[in-house]
């Protein structure tokens, strides 16, 4: 597999409507990404917007060594109805020396499995969304959140109107809800952070960083 030196590798198996969004936007990000699935037309849809695409059956890991999966950097499972192909295909992953592999699961139990077999990351695309969804819908000042481990996040809130002409220093955010503003954004411009100057208007975006609980109690607040 002919590569740059600073060029990652990903293999993206399972080419439905999950997979082949990440397949594509890895591309896009400049990555080699190859798609592995059974189905012909799903490998054909994709073939002029990734690197390279296999029409190949993952639990075969013969298959998958002779074309050359083993020198992959990272691999995602994106297989979801099958569970026994998802299952085969990440032992067959590991088998032929994917150090780094990703996977979709689907249930509880599919969970567990994938944990035991050394999976670097199950995803639950459905839930990890909905999730999401239900946060930006509860609040209409957060446009959008990430969430950082141990009850961490990452939001950005829309300035209200009661907020306009506020400096950030008369904000509350750090000293009653113990949270840190990263910066403001006023369209595509950076206005500034916690210790610079920085006077708000209505519709600006503050992106705060802090534990849920504070980031609620602050929005409650707005």
Request: with cysteine; glycine share 8%; hydrophobic share 40%.
């Amino acid at each position: 597999m002919a590569r740059n030196s600073s060029e990652r590798v990903f293999a993206v198996i399972g080419l439905g409507t999950f997979g082949a969004t990440v397949a594509r936007d890895l591309a896009r990000f400049e990555n080699h990404v190859i798609g592995v699935d059974c189905d012909e037309k799903r490998v054909s849809a994709l073939a002029n917007d990734i690197g390279q695409g296999l029409i190949l059956d993952a639990r075969d890991d013969v298959a998958l060594r002779e074309a050359g999966l083993d020198a992959v950097d990272v691999a995602l499972v994106a297989i979801g109805k099958d569970i026994e192909a998802s299952i085969l295909s990440v032992i067959n992953l590991k088998t032929v020396g994917v150090d780094e592999v990703w996977a979709k699961a689907t249930a509880k139990n599919h969970h567990r499995i994938l944990s035991k077999l050394g999976v670097e990351r199950v995803i639950h695309p459905e839930k990890e969304v909905g999730q999401h969804i239900a946060q930006v819908l509860h609040n209409p000042m957060v446009r959008d959140y990430v969430s950082l481990g141990n009850s961490q996040h990452m939001v950005n809130f829309r300035v209200p109107e009661s907020l306009d002409g506020k400096s950030l220093s008369e904000l509350e955010h750090g000293k009653a809800h113990d949270l840190r503003c990263i910066g403001v954004m006023r369209g595509t411009e950076f206005l500034g952070h916690d210790d610079s100057p920085c006077t708000l208007k209505e519709d600006d975006l503050l992106l705060l960083l802090g534990r849920s609980q504070d980031l609620r109690d602050f929005a409650g607040t707005l």
